[in-house]
DNA sequence: CGCCATCTTGATGCTATTCAAAAAATGTGG
DNA sequence: CCACATTTTTTGAATAGCATCAAGATGGCG
């Protein structure tokens, strides 16, 4: 764990992305006294655990993690995958305790916002308040899109569905919108879409075969992206998440 | 539609599942202030519709509602059930436009908490501010223990949970835990469960061979709460939405 | 190079869906 | 209040989709 004292959101690249989006620099300015510490993650490093008492916030600034929920009988479910830009430790704002655990899928970076210091600033600061509001209506309402993706979509529009929004929001940070490297193992894709590990590889087979996809090992290459897209249905609400944040 | 122009929270029945629960009497008070209308809907009426700009939330005060989203393909997926002294309206909170709609199971009332007084108070009272944090998150969580259920749990498993989930509502506002009626349909239930109404009906009908429950239409008896919460599994979960909203 | 974890592939079975129809409850007008 | 229409719920039979079980292949890594 690598702990950097300064940390610049006017000069970070995915700032458009997080908290200071809608902030004017002068309110920015005040955010940067408020984010304490840089901390580096390698994979399967947690961030914080299930049961954990509510600290603050963190802003990934690179990398993925997982946030997982674990049933009283040992099963689990991963609840989301997040990227650069976006916040975790929501579901357990103020002095609540996490029910959820959130891990490193990859060697990430976060920024860490103290809730009494977020609190504070938040006070003073009507745009951050506002932009607080918005990051938490627009989870609920990313889960609600997820819901019902897990109520009444097929295994195979889940899995098109999945790859569409990581691609749109590799899209949204610059990078390529139809070649990536998933950072999520299949295990963790199947767990997420709520299938066996099985059928996610025999599903990604069948997209390879039908010439949506080319895949070696993580690699994904979206060759038909107007295809994957039709499968997934409600691919325009991905783009929500992170345009309804401003 | 019926109009009252005065609530009193600390008359009301329900003060203590809703926002006022936490706050001083003082503080009641001044909420009380915000606090503008009370309205009546009979079934199948909407609070909101999907798609209205957000203008503030509802403390249900009596009645239910579910809370639905729509896919582009008219597909739809009821996100929630809600009782007297649970909050509506957080998908949208601050300045977002509603991407579910609530619609009234049965005769309802709600209270109306415009935005922007509920900003204005929130911004004088701590404890108000800490309340809707609380409450922003608790949805949050919620949510996460049913996609927990959504993604690992059996058909069987889901309807005891949803059960225990009722039941345990129903008592913590001083109703029997054993013998209610259930005000959504049977394809209500199937929808919210991810399911067909045939494999609900024909579930009803095993817990009640099973000697599980009794069921009379939408008159609900259960003979065996410890088994329907063994079933459910993850039944001490459904107590923290309300438990931990303090 | 060889071990271990991850991923793929095949065969089989079960759960829940689909399709179809009847039964029960609810609502409606005379 | 009753006969009829409509909606909701139940029940049955057949099917499909995904899970489970069981090997086997591949790649990463010491």
Known sequence: MTVT??????????????????????????????????????????????????????????????????????????????????????????????????????????????????????QKVPALQQ??????????????????????????DRLAALLINISSRYSQRGYSATHFRLSMSRTDIANYLGLTIETVSRLIRRFQKESLIEVAQRDITIIDLVGLSELAGTHCSYDQKVASAE
Chains 1, 2 share one sequence.
């Open 131 to 156: 932009q607080l509001y918005n990051l938490f209506s627009a989870e609920i309402q990313s889960n609600n899109e997820f819901l019902l993706m897990m109520g009444k979509r097929s295994a195979e």
């Open 5 to 122: 004292s300064y940390v610049r959101c006017s000069n970070c690249a995915v700032s458009k992305f997080c908290l200071p989006h809608t902030l004017s620099n002068d309110d920015i300015g005040q955010l940067e006294g408020v984010v304490q510490q840089k901390r580096v993650l390698h994979a399967g490093e947690t961030l914080y655990h299930t049961g954990d008492h509510f600290e603050g916030l963190f802003a990934i600034s690179s990398g993925s993690f997982k946030s997982v929920v674990i049933a009283t009988n040992g099963d689990s479910q991963i609840t989301e995958f997040s990227f650069p830009g976006e916040i975790l430790g929501f579901d357990a704002y103020h002095g609540k305790t996490h029910n959820s655990f959130a891990e490193a899928l990859e060697t990430s970076s976060v920024c860490f916002l103290p809730q009494a210091q977020l609190d504070n600033l938040s």
